[in-house]
């Protein structure tokens, strides 16, 4: 320990001599941890932090060392830095010179995120897609009072709908207790929503920051709370590049405050004018309409007469009808009159009695004609049907038959004209000319007997 009475240091003595002591004692060492908080200003250089589950270190790659790396730096890579341990002496800033930088995989931080986001998709927790309220009439705003968010949201709301009503719920958006707490706020606002149907949006959004700074948003109790929520959720968080869970588990995402601001109220400037164009529009519309249909009514004023004309054209017309029937009538019931006169002059000149009279005499000496002239008709017929009887009366077996011959026949009908053509036992027919006998054949016998009579 220096004397009490030792002369002191000033700061810049005593971060040279801290700088100078650091610088000597390391030289060039291998460290490896995740890249957080990495920033690119225009000078060129980049700036990061270097950090395990318990500690970090500031860190500066030089823009002559920069353009030799090859892997972009991001939040969350793993990599291993080769480099000189320094004091920033202004600041006092206790950091790491970087010379080299390697990239070793991502980071573990990432690695569980990713994790974590795999299983809650799997379960479902980022299928929200319930449409909010366009506008809102109540928007419940989660985020921090101090922060820049809050003033962004209310900086674009206020010109574009200042109807809507806005209610802050202050809530801590970085640090331990920030998860928490939302989850704590959220679970208020939708039990209390049936105080008041009026709310009917929340807002959950915070300004950008490191992967550090938005970490409470990637609490896995808050998604499932955001993806619970009766009340439908939009979340905003960080800047456009930046995505948590609270994104994926909400009904709808904004990549800034100013965003999601722009996306839940109309602009009334554009409705307005909107508004003024569908107004000139109407109005010309309905001018055009009123032009048209006047037009139309002239027309019609024009083609327009009076109910009485149209009556008296119908009467006119009525009595032209009927004047035309009526002489079609009687020219008809004249005709009839000329045509009865004529057919009774016809019939009174032919009386049908007369005309019956004459038909029966008619008929009488023709009839007397037929009675004469049949006898003498049938008279040759007669003689002719004599003679061809005589002619076939000479010619026919029955003839000869009658004068006492007979013809024999077997039992299959065929003549017998030979003893030789019929043995003993056959049983015969004779046909005579009158009847006919059934004969049997004797053995021995030429003499037929008679077997059975007629």
């Not at 101090?146 to 640090?175: E, Y």
């Not at 948590?244 to 709808?252: E, H, R, S």
């Not at 020219?331 to 009695?353: F, I, K, N, S």
């Amino acid at each position: 320990m220096p004397p009490f009475d030792a002369p002191p240091l000033s700061v810049s003595e005593l971060n040279l001599s801290a700088r100078r002591h650091l610088e000597g004692r390391f030289g060039d060492v291998w460290v490896e941890g995740e890249l957080s908080g990495v920033s690119r200003p225009s000078s060129g250089h980049v700036y990061f932090t270097l950090k395990d589950d318990q500690a970090q270190l500031r860190g500066a790659l030089f823009r002559n060392r920069a353009r030799f790396v090859g892997a972009p730096m991001r939040d969350g890579d793993r990599v291993k830095v080769r480099g000189r341990l320094s004091i920033f002496e202004p600041r006092g800033d206790y950091q790491l010179i970087a010379e080299a930088v390697q990239a070793t995989g991502m980071g573990e931080l990432l690695a569980a995120l990713e994790r974590l986001k795999s299983r809650l998709s799997s379960e479902g927790l980022f299928a929200n897609a319930r449409p909010l309220p366009y506008p809102p009439r109540h928007l419940l705003v989660i985020t921090s009072p101090s922060g820049a968010a809050i003033r962004d949201v209310m900086a674009v709301l206020a010109p574009r709908w200042p109807m809507v009503r806005v209610t802050l719920i202050p809530v801590a958006v970085q640090g331990r207790e920030a998860a928490p707490a939302m989850i704590a706020a959220l679970g208020l606002l939708n039990r209390q929503s049936s105080l008041d149907p009026s709310r009917d949006a929340v807002l959950l959004t915070r300004g950008g920051g490191s992967l550090e700074d938005l970490w409470a948003f990637n609490d896995e109790h808050l998604a499932r709370a955001i993806y619970h929520s009766r009340l439908p959720v939009m979340s905003a968080v960080g800047h456009e590049t930046d995505t948590t869970l609270a994104d994926f588990a909400a009904d709808a995402r904004a990549p800034t405050p100013s965003a999601a601001a722009e996306r839940l109220v109309p602009d009334r400037r554009d409705l307005t004018h909107r508004l003024a164009m569908l107004e000139a529009r109407t109005t010309r519309a309905v001018q055009t309409r009123l032009d048209a249909e006047g037009q139309r009514l002239d027309h019609l004023r024009v083609r327009l007469r009076h109910p009485g004309e149209g009556l008296d054209r119908q009467r006119q017309a009525l009595a032209q009808l009927t004047g035309r029937l009526t002489r079609a009538i009687q020219a008809r019931m004249a005709e009839a009159q000329r045509r009865q006169t004529q057919l009774a002059r016809r019939l009174a000149a032919h009386p049908p009695g007369r005309q019956l009279t004459l038909a029966e005499h008619r008929l009488a000496a023709v009839n007397q004609r037929l009675v004469a002239a049949a006898p003498r008709s049938l008279r040759p017929h007669r003689e002719r049907l004599t003679a061809v009887a005589r002619e076939l009366q000479a010619v026919s077996p029955l003839a000869v038959l009658g004068r006492g011959y007979a013809i024999l026949e077997d039992p299959r009908e065929r003549v017998v004209r030979r003893a030789d053509d019929a043995a003993p036992g056959d049983r015969l027919t004779a046909r005579l000319g009158d009847g006919h006998l059934t004969l049997e054949v004797l053995p021995g016998d030429t003499h037929a007997r008679k077997r059975s009579n007629r």
